[in-house]
């Protein structure tokens, strides 16, 4: 690993008018995160309403024969999911009986990281001492050694080889036809170990000029693959394989797709193995919880940020005394995070107030009645020590 380091000096003046493009920034958060986290309630009741009216009129059926009396309804099916054809990478000649064979590639390459250091003068002022290290290691994307702070001695040359998938366009639950736009739900990939077929496949396909090793199922292309240089490859491949599956979705003739709700959303799920409907149901659920607390909180921490941004120049104007601006910056954090929790949960329950009145109400009757309950117990124990 080498390095190179470059100091940068910065006014007060000039960070000033650097603050005020975070102060634009902090205003449209200011903006957005309120109508995020208020659009995230009814995205969340919906989507639950949705589930639960999905759950309700769901039919199980078998995956064959198709039955047209169950043309348009919600139905759940497990089986064994089947492909008609074999998916090859026609580069490698890798092959698989799949419904998704997906290459990985990577190269050895130079890699830029930095790291800085920053110091406040007294009048405002900052220098920043910035450290550009570089060290070669494997990347799945290529990185552009051109646009390095150091590019001389660190030459990454063009990335050939790519990450590529090969998708099945169709594929067989009994009777059923599955198209693409279902199967790209399946998440279930798993490593594709090389075969004496696929290595013999492999070498024959290949046609660089470069040696090739097999190693640990996966190809290298390069001198040595324990001692690689720049400028190598390695390739390995996933498959999403053919097996049991369970959906739940609307039967469209001898296809399925997806289900529109009366709630609101239009429901198509789809997982690996044999899974009961109410199984399917219940994790789309915790999903759809987990999805509304990561948008709640981040809306919440956001807000806080943006509010930071805006009171950012008032900071820079106290670090004229470094210690001083510390004390300020500290400050402005804890108003800004107090700020991010007040207003995110005044909005949440307004949107609760809105989208779902009566359990608002419920909860916030709940909430009075036990606040008031913890007073009067407050107020009858200090009686009982007067007395």
């Known amino acids: 690993?080498?390095?190179?380091?470059?100091?940068?000096?910065?006014?007060?003046?000039?960070?000033?008018?650097?603050?005020?493009?975070?102060?634009?920034?902090?205003?449209?958060?200011?903006?957005?995160?309120?109508?995020?986290?208020?659009?995230?309630?009814?995205?969340?009741?919906?989507?639950?309403?949705?589930?639960?009216?999905?759950?309700?009129?769901?039919?199980?059926?078998?995956a064959d024969p198709?039955?047209?009396?169950?043309?348009?309804?919600?139905?759940?099916?497990?089986?064994?999911?089947?492909?008609?054809?074999?998916?090859?990478?026609?580069?490698?000649?890798?092959?698989?009986r799949?419904?998704?064979?997906?290459?990985?590639?990577?190269?050895?390459?130079?890699?830029?990281?930095?790291?800085?250091?920053?110091?406040?003068?007294?009048g405002g002022g900052q220098e920043t001492a910035t450290t550009y290290s570089y060290s070669r290691d494997w990347s799945s994307k290529p990185v552009d050694s051109s646009a390095f702070k150091e590019p001389a001695g660190h030459d990454n040359p063009p990335m050939a080889i790519r990450d590529r998938q090969i998708e099945t366009e169709q594929a067989r639950l009994?009777?059923?036809?599955?198209?693409?736009?279902?199967?790209?739900?399946?998440?279930?990939?798993?490593p594709l170990p090389l075969s004496k077929e696929q290595v013999n496949a492999i070498r024959a396909a290949y046609k660089g000029e470069r040696p090739l090793h097999l190693l640990d199922d996966r190809i290298f292309i390069g001198a040595d693959p324990l001692a690689p240089t720049v400028g190598d490859y390695r390739i390995s491949y996933e498959i999403v394989p053919e097996g049991p599956v369970s959906i739940v979705a609307r039967q469209n003739g001898r296809g399925l797709g997806e289900y529109q709700t009366v709630a609101g959303d239009a429901l198509l799920l789809v997982a690996a193995g044999e899974i009961p409907a109410s199984e399917m149901f219940a994790e789309a659920q915790a999903d759809n919880e987990l999805l509304s607390w990561i948008i709640r909180i981040g809306g919440i921490l956001f807000l806080g940020v943006g509010l930071m941004m805006v009171l950012r120049p008032f900071a820079i104007l106290a670090d004229i005394v470094p210690l001083f601006g510390s004390l300020v910056s500290?400050?402005?954090?804890?108003?800004?995070?107090?700020?991010g929790l007040l207003v995110g949960s005044t909005i949440i329950a307004v949107a609760w107030l809105y989208y779902r009145p009566l359990v608002a109400a419920l909860v916030?009757?709940?909430?009075?009645?036990t606040t008031a309950g913890i007073i009067w117990l407050a107020k009858r124990r200090k009686a009982a020590q007067m007395a």
């Open 98 to 122: 799949a419904v998704r064979l997906a290459r990985q590639a990577e190269m050895f390459q130079w890699i830029e990281s930095k790291s800085s250091e920053t110091r406040t003068k007294i």
């Open 330 to 339: 500290f400050g402005q954090g804890v108003i800004a995070l107090c700020f």
């Open 174 to 190: 009994g009777d059923f036809v599955l198209g693409t736009t279902l199967l790209r739900k399946l998440d279930n990939a798993r």
């Open 1 to 62: 690993m080498d390095k190179v380091t470059e100091t940068t000096r910065v006014s007060l003046g000039g960070r000033l008018r650097e603050s005020l493009i975070g102060v634009l920034i902090g205003l449209f958060l200011l903006i957005a995160c309120p109508i995020l986290l208020f659009w995230n309630e009814g995205r969340a009741i919906t989507t639950a309403q949705s589930l639960e009216e999905g759950a309700a009129v769901t039919i199980p059926v078998a």
């Open 66 to 96: 198709v039955l047209p009396a169950n043309e348009g309804r919600l139905i759940h099916v497990s089986g064994q999911l089947r492909v008609d054809r074999n998916l090859t990478d026609r580069m490698f000649g890798v092959e698989a």
């Open 364 to 369: 916030l009757a709940f909430g009075l009645a």
